[in-house]
Nanobody, 127 residues
Framework: QVQLVESGGGLVQAGDSLRLSCVGSGRTISGYTMGWFRQAPGKERDVVAAINWSGSSTHYADSVKGRFTISRDNAKNTVYLQMNSLKPEDTAVYYC????????????????????WGQGTQVTVSS
């Protein structure tokens, strides 16, 4: 079993930056595709960014391209989401997730593809 814990959320102003971290425990996540999802009130949980096990393939939602960067440090069992130029519409609970099918080359983006989820961290961007 894998446990994922997110951190780094908070209240910021538009234009500011935040760096989210997701630490895995229980077993190594180095072979897993990892994703960041977000869910705003009344909306579905959508993918923000995802990265394959080696970091050679990434995916970004159109709304965050050029502003957000996903990365991973397998030695630290950690995945990051660097968020720059934040906008009020980025306000949501951000979740880290792991796809347990190891060593996938391509990145999956559907929430149903992911097996393990963190508890979420709130990001609020004021205008």
């Amino acid at each position: 079993q894998v446990q994922l814990v997110e951190s780094g959320g908070g209240l910021v102003q538009a234009g500011d930056s935040l760096r989210l971290s997701c630490v895995g425990s229980g077993r190594t996540i180095s072979g897993y595709t990892m994703g960041w999802f977000r869910q705003a009130p009344g909306k579905e949980r959508d993918v923000v960014a995802a990265i394959n096990w080696s970091g050679s393939s990434t995916h970004y939602a159109d709304s965050v391209k050029g502003r957000f960067t996903i990365s991973r440090d397998n030695a630290k069992n950690t995945v990051y989401l660097q968020m720059n130029s934040l906008k009020p519409e980025d306000t949501a609970v951000y979740y880290c997730a792991a796809d347990a099918r190891i060593f996938r080359v391509t990145v999956v983006t559907g929430a149903k593809e992911y097996d393990y989820w963190g508890q979420g961290t709130q990001v609020t961007v004021s205008s």
